[in-house]
C-alpha cells in the first residue's frame, strides 16, 4: 500500500495511529483483505466492465461493457454498502451471544452503546488541513505550482519572507486540491490559520478542472507560456462539455478521449433547462382572449459564453 505524506499528516491530524504492516504479509492487516475481497467478488465482478484481478479472470469484450461513469459507479457501489451493512458476518460475534453471527450495523450499534460518542463535523478550515501539501517560497510575484502562479494582496507579509519552519528551510506550508487548481490556501506560520490565494489566469477558464487536464496541456505544449497552457485547457473543456467523441483525430486521441472523459466526470455539469412544455388542445383556448405578447424562453446558462465576457 502506497502511504504518502499526506497521509500521514491527516492521520496524525485526525488522531489516527498508524501501524504499517510488513510487506507482502497480508495477515497483519486481514480485515482490510477481506473487505477487499468482499468488494471484489461480492460487488466488482458483477460491474459491466469488470476486468478481473488478473488476465486470467479477465472477460471477452470488457471495452464493449464499459458503460459506467465515475458518479453511476459511486452511486452504485454506495447502494452496495448500505445493503452489506446489514448482512451477517460470520466474523463478527459477541461473547454473550456466540451463537448468532451480527451484521455490522448491530454490531457497531452494540459497541457504541458501550463506549458512546461525540459526533463531531469537520471544519472549512478541517478540510483544508486534510488536502495534500507542498512547500514553496512567496516571492515578488506570488506562489509558483506546477508552472501556474497563484497571487494576491493577502500575501504581501509574506513575500520574501521566512516561514519560520527551519527543517523546510523557511518555506511556506501550501495545501491544493487535486481536483479544483482554481486556488490554493497558505498556512500563516506566524498568526495562523489559512490564506486563501487564487490562480492568476482564472479568467481563461470557464470551468473548474483539476491537475490531469493540466498536466495533459503540459505534455502537449511543454514549451507553452502559462496563459497558452490555459487556453489549451479551456480548449479540452470546450470539448469536453460536448462529449469526448468531439476530439479531433490524432496520434494522442485516444489520450485526449481519456482525459475529457475524466475531466467531465469530476467538473460539475451546467444544469439542463426544463423540458418545454406541450401545447395545449385547441378546445382548451376556446373562449379565452388572446393577449397579443410573445412568451420568450428564458436562456440557458452557458458557461463558455459567460466567460467570454469576462476577457
Not at 146 to 163: A, C, F, I, T, W
Amino acid at each position: 500500500m502506497f502511504i504518502s505524506e499526506s497521509f500521514r499528516a491527516s492521520c496524525e491530524f485526525l488522531g489516527i495511529s498508524l501501524q504499517p504492516a510488513r510487506k507482502a504479509t497480508g495477515t497483519d492487516k486481514p480485515h482490510v483483505e477481506r473487505m477487499l475481497g468482499s468488494v471484489a467478488t461480492m460487488f466488482a465482478q458483477y460491474v459491466s466492465g469488470y476486468t478481473g484481478r488478473s488476465p486470467e479472470y479477465r472477460g471477452r469484450g470488457i471495452e464493449d461493457k464499459a458503460v459506467w461513469s465515475l458518479p453511476e459507479l459511486q452511486d452504485l457501489l454506495d447502494q452496495w454498502l448500505i445493503i452489506w451493512q446489514t448482512r451477517p458476518h460470520d466474523g463478527l460475534r459477541d461473547p454473550l451471544h456466540p451463537g448468532r453471527a451480527f451484521s455490522p450495523n448491530e454490531k457497531y450499534a452494540a459497541l457504541t452503546e458501550t463506549a458512546g460518542y461525540v459526533p463531531l463535523a469537520l471544519s472549512a478550515g478541517d478540510y483544508i488541513e486534510l488536502l495534500p501539501a507542498t512547500w514553496r517560497a512567496v516571492n515578488a510575484y506570488g506562489i509558483k505550482i506546477s508552472r501556474r502562479v497563484y497571487d494576491g494582496k493577502e500575501l504581501n507579509p509574506l513575500r520574501m519572507q521566512h516561514s519560520g519552519v527551519i527543517s523546510r528551510k523557511g518555506l511556506h506550508e501550501v495545501h491544493y486540491d487535486p481536483y479544483d487548481i482554481s486556488r490554493v490556501w497558505v498556512r500563516d506560520h506566524w498568526n495562523g490559520g489559512w490564506i486563501t490565494v487564487f490562480w492568476t489566469q482564472l479568467h481563461r477558464v470557464a470551468a473548474p478542472f483539476g491537475e490531469l487536464a493540466w498536466d495533459h496541456a503540459r505534455k502537449l505544449m511543454p514549451a507553452a507560456t502559462e496563459a497558452e497552457l490555459a487556453d489549451a485547457v479551456q480548449d479540452l473543456l470546450t470539448r469536453a462539455g460536448q462529449g469526448p467523441g468531439d476530439v479531433p483525430a490524432a496520434a494522442s486521441a485516444k489520450r485526449e478521449r481519456r482525459v475529457a472523459a475524466r475531466t467531465r466526470a469530476v467538473s460539475p455539469s451546467v444544469p439542463a433547462g426544463p423540458e418545454p412544455e406541450e401545447e395545449p388542445a385547441a378546445e382548451e383556448h376556446e373562449g379565452e382572449a388572446d393577449s397579443g405578447e410573445a412568451i420568450i424562453p428564458m436562456p440557458i446558462f452557458d458557461a463558455f459564453r459567460e466567460a467570454e465576457k469576462w476577457r
